[in-house]
């Protein structure tokens, strides 16, 4: 587990708690403090990641088959004072601008290019960046943790019958 504060490519920053697995990782945030923020305890969100070069246009392709419109769009990040394109972004769950999103979920495709300019040394196969790929910078074989293998969420009685 570590702590570590994330820059946007627009100036955005986060910090969040990391729990990093050799293939799965799990990031915890506490609400924002920006004025305004639409973000709420119990919020919450999921992203699926996708290892092959492509495969989000292809995740896209059959949503839209399904009646979905979902257009791929590119998260960068700060490295070196340098914005440096990281991953492609397929939001599932769209919530109209300006409204809450209590639940959020995307498909992510970690740009071919990332590690090597973020995490110099480390390259990406031909077919895309795996996880293990892009964990490798941060899991430690000697921590508890190999992997997420199940999240659950528990609640108390009233926070049951709440909704």
Known sequence: MEVNTIAAGDDRTWTG?????????????????????????????IALSVENVGDVERVAKCLESFG?????????????ENRVPCFWNLRLVEFPKGEA???????????????????GGLRADEEGISRK?????????????KDVDEVRR???GRQKEAG
């Not at 979905?68 to 070196?80: A, N, Q, Y």
């Not at 790929?133 to 943790?145: G, I, L, S």
Request: hydrophobic fraction near 40%; include cysteine; charge should be positive.
């Open 17 to 45: 708690i990391y729990l990093t697995g050799a293939n799965t990782y799990i990031e915890l945030f506490s609400p924002s403090r920006a004025p305004l923020s639409l973000e709420r305890v119990g919020d919450t969100g």
């Open 68 to 80: 979905g419109t979902c257009i791929p769009s590119l998260f960068e990040r700060k490295v070196d």
């Open 101 to 119: 999103e209590p639940f959020c979920a995307w498909v992510m495709e970690v740009d071919r290019d990332f590690l090597k300019r973020s995490r």
């Open 133 to 145: 790929q892009y964990n490798v910078a941060r899991f430690h074989p000697t921590r508890f943790m």
């Open 154 to 156: 528990c609640l108390a």
